[in-house]
């Protein structure tokens, strides 16, 4: 178990509409990072959220959004969803031990399926 | 950005076998992680190694910064080590997990009876 929560495991929905997704990082991380997982381009960043603020952007969609409250969990909103947006959406958060970063450990991943 | 390359791409061995995955990166880096996606899609996070060698049981890694590859070495292959093998950068430059990981295309391994 990563200590990384993504809820829900599977969704389905139809074109034109907008999903949440749900990611509740390992405790005590400060830090969220969301990633797109799509046959045609892989695996790739999305957005980074630092204590409730936005950090970084990596190839973000406009149509999607995402935030981190002040409990840390974070939401990736995806609208006027397209075919090309089905693909498994992860999680990650930092592995910390002290003052030292030993990389990123991922949840088990939302499968999104547009139809 | 910060390129990584994998190979090979594909690679069907018996039971038993050995294996080295590469993986190649075009920038130097802060962190550098293997992680293995099983066939439920879950990536499990197999090392972090930005340099030297690391094993843990039948796997190994060894990450040679300065030139700016890394190998993962899989012995006695069993068929629960099927799936895809990626190899994830973080550049040096971004200050530490500002810019996220840049994945490799991975390097789709299966394991046959």
């Known amino acids: 178990d990563s200590g990384v929560t993504q809820t829900p495991k599977h969704l389905i929905t139809a074109t034109g509409q907008r999903v949440t997704l749900r990611c509740s990082p390992r405790s005590g991380d400060l830090s969220v990072y969301w990633y797109q997982q799509s046959l045609d381009q892989g695996l790739q960043f999305l957005i980074q959220y630092y204590n409730g603020e936005e950090r970084a952007k990596g190839n973000i969609l406009e149509r999607f959004s995402a935030q981190q409250f002040p409990d840390l969990h974070s939401e990736l909103n995806l609208s006027s969803l397209e075919l090309g947006d089905s693909a498994l959406y992860f999680c990650?958060?930092?592995?910390?031990?002290?003052?030292?970063?030993?990389?990123?450990?991922f949840g088990s991943g939302t499968r999104l399926t547009v139809v | 950005g910060i390129q990584v390359e994998q190979s090979p791409p594909d690679l069907i061995l018996q039971e038993g076998a050995n294996s080295t995955l590469r993986c190649n990166f075009s920038?130097?880096?802060?962190?550098l992680q293997w992680f293995h996606q099983n066939p439920w899609g879950q990536l499990i996070n197999l090392f972090y190694?930005?340099?030297g060698t690391k094993q843990n049981g039948r796997l190994s890694a060894t990450t040679v910064a300065t030139e700016r590859y890394s190998l993962l070495y899989i012995s006695s292959s069993q068929t629960t080590d099927s799936g895809v093998y990626f190899c994830a950068v973080e550049p040096m430059y971004s200050g530490g997990g500002a810019d996220g990981l840049t994945f490799g295309k991975g390097t789709h391994l299966i394991i046959q009876p």
């Open positions: 920038d130097s880096v802060n962190n």
């Open positions: 990650a958060s930092s592995v910390w031990a002290g003052p030292t970063n030993y990389g990123y450990t």
């Open positions: 190694i930005p340099s």
